[in-house]
């Protein structure tokens, strides 16, 4: 790179890091206030009052936000200012995204990652001519924001597909004929709770169904389970079989209670935890497939997870399983719905696999751009 000089980035400008702290943050605050997290937060006083460019200090991520003005800053973030005269401020901050690597393989820390200021002292960034600089900002400019409008659409079309499969599961749910009828789930099924064990239990050793396991499955991923040590010997009533339909029960993260998954062939004995509600019933009667995409349609999430008021619920409880009213077409009806339902998702399937790619394509153009640019390429 004729005419590059490489300068650590503690020659280049002024690093600091704030002297306020999380509680220090109002709603309505007159300044911008920066912290770890990706939200700017505000404040009612101001540290600084220059451009800057403003980094987390702890934390997974380590990317840089370009502000211009008045703002406070946590005593865990770092802000880069007072820049060199023959420095230009974009062309430090995409060079910063471009070295998205560095600053988690340095941050110290066995639990939360930190940076120390040295980190950001130490970092050598190549420097060509403030006006080659500029050259290949106005590049980095159009080209970046021509990759996040693509990204934006390919985002948004990912969540159409789903909202779209979404909209057609109800709607099989909702337009229906005379010959269906509506039942309390109590009437056909029983529920169990799952096992409760901890580290210190002595016994029995064996595959558990977790809160874990359920992420968007639709049926129990049974060769990625682990396992868990219960107190004794298991009952057969713990025992899963194939059918049977686990539901999250209670959980922390309220967006995962009410998920659900259908149990496929076992091939040892398997139980679940305590935090999984266990839905078993006559699967010559009832379809297993249609009753799980009923369980798993939105609605019925929504009406599981709703409590007084509307107030979003951190568990479900068998009461409201066995009150819970299913509507049931014949059974073979059943089965040709399923077959339909499943069609609809392997589509929709489809189309979020063409939009991953599409997005990964596209960061890998973003990164393919970025060291094109600083290798004195672009």
Known sequence: ??????????????????????????????????????????????????????????????LPKHFSGKFDLHQRAYALYGFAPDLDIRFLYHFLHHRS????????????????????????????????????????????????????????????????????????????????EVRPLGDFASFKNGLNFDKNSIGQTLPFVGVADFQDNDFAPIEQLGSATIDGVLADGYLLKRDDIL????????????????????????????FVIRVRFDASQVFPLFLLRFLKCQTTRQTLTSGGGGANITNINQGKLTSLRIPLPPYGEQITISGAIEEMKEETRNLEKSYRLKLTSLDELRKSLLNHAFSGKL
């Open 247 to 274: 539901i999250v029960r209670s959980n922390g993260s309220k967006h995962l209670v009410g998920r659900s998954m259908l149990i496929g062939d076992l091939r040892e004995a398997t139980s679940y935890s305590g």
């Open 101 to 180: 690597d560095y600053f988690p393989s340095v941050a110290v820390g066995a639990t939360v990652k930190s940076l120390r200021r040295r980190h950001f002292a130490d970092l050598p960034v190549p420097v060509p001519s403030l006006a080659e600089q500029r050259r290949i900002v106005d590049v980095l400019d159009e080209a970046l924001e021509g990759i996040a409008v693509a990204k934006a659409h390919a985002e948004e079309n990912f969540l159409n597909a789903r909202a779209l499969f979404e909209s057609r599961l109800q709607s099989v749910f909702t337009h229906r004929d005379g010959q269906w």
């Open 1 to 62: 790179m004729d005419g590059w000089k490489t300068v650590p980035l503690g020659k280049l400008c002024t690093i600091s890091s704030g002297d306020s702290d999380t509680q220090d943050a109002v709603l309505d605050g007159p300044y911008a206030f920066f912290d770890r997290s990706k939200t700017i937060k505000r404040s009612t006083r101001y540290l600084h009052d220059c451009e800057a460019l403003i980094i987390p200090g702890e934390g997974k991520e380590f």
